[in-house]
């Protein structure tokens, strides 16, 4: 019933996240692409001529709003309503159920559930809260002021939550963050806005052309934040992405690449010869993004007892790092696990036997010895000296098999 109903949803907010993503991208567009034309209608700005599906389509924008009002409005807010109740849904079925888990790593802090769960709630409305603040201060200041202390507010978030939460915890925080100041952008300040100016034309008013700006900038907002907001939520398949130490810095780098893209794509729409150039800087920050995942992945020590044992015969180097996961993975990685509340083992990971053992070798490499991944937040306290084995056991195997 669980798999089922986290499956659903993440079908609904997936396909909610597109339909919200692909008008937010359609209207960017459309808006960059307006040309203007002295035969256009009073106060309107451009229009633009689009063909699809077989049809052709002449939009006119009109800056403020139209002098008369027409009978039928198509308003666009939904699709983002529906992606974060889903996305919210999500997080509480997964994170917040299985905070112990997901959230919360021992090591760092020994919250209980209900603690990390508030933590993160307190961060949501504190990101959105500190981000609008900003954006109504900076009306009237530089640009450049404002981006930098948005920047800047992420950076020191993502930072906060990696000391606070697991590193898995910390990552889906900060999605979260992002992605829920982009919804209250369109809940609290562009539909609002948007009503202020109907109910304006309803009287026979001019509508003030200070809602139109306020919401063109939180809406040029939200196309920024798009791509490394997704990025997050798919990164939690990647282990080596979110959970080494340094993983809080991987955020704000995505930050500037997505934005990147979108200030590539968005010079294109207007026509211009886009900025080829930003494949540079885009190489050179991934590059850094490697560097620094490969930078906080596990320490390992081997100064153990066994150390020396391990590098002469292959045999124990099997068997310790077979006792290693038998006692620190195998209470969850069994077919019936000994973990609460766990009744089959997590992915259908079985780690309970050498076969088992060989079989996963890699995943296993890649979640608990080139990242922190497993044991989720550490639970069964998995010492570095220990991965250290798990990584003898990989390499010997990789060099076996090679020499095959
Ligand atoms: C407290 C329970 C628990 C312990 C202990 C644990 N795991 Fe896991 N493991 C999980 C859960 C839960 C998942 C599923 C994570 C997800 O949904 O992405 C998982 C997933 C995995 C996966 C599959 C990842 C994937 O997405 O393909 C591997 C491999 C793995 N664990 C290895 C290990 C190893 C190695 C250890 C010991 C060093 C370990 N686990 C200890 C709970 C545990």
Known sequence: MNEWLELILRWFHVIAGIAWIGSS?????????????????PK?????????????????????????????????????????????ALLALIYYAGAELYMIDIIKYDFEKYEAVIISILGIIFGWLVYDM??????????YTLILSIFILITIMSWIYSELFSYRGAFMQIGTVLGTIMVANVLMVIIPGQKKVVASLIKNETPDAKYGMVAKQRSLHNNYLTLPVIFIMISNHYPIIYATKYSWLIIPIILIIGALIRHFFNVKHTGIKPPYWIIFPIIILLSLSMFISNLGKPKLTKTNQNAHIIKIIPE??????????????????AKEPLWDNMHSAPKQVMLETTEDILMNIENIYSQSVASFAMPPGNVSFLENHERAQIEELYLTILNLTKNK
């Open 25 to 41: 991208f359609y209207f960017i567009a459309l808006d960059l692409s307006l040309k203007q034309n002295k035969n256009l209608p």
């Open 44 to 88: 309107s700005y451009g229009e633009a001529w689009q063909v699809h599906g077989g049809g052709f389509y002449h939009l006119v924008k009109y800056l403020v709003a139209p002098s008369k009002l027409p009978s039928e409005l198509t308003w666009f807010k939904w699709e983002a309503y529906a992606t974060w109740v889903s996305g919210f």
């Open 134 to 143: 900003i954006c109504r201060i900076s009306l009237k200041t530089n640009v």
């Open 316 to 333: 124990p180097i099997l068997t310790n790092a077979q006792e290693i996961i038998i006692s620190k993975c195998s209470m969850c990685h």
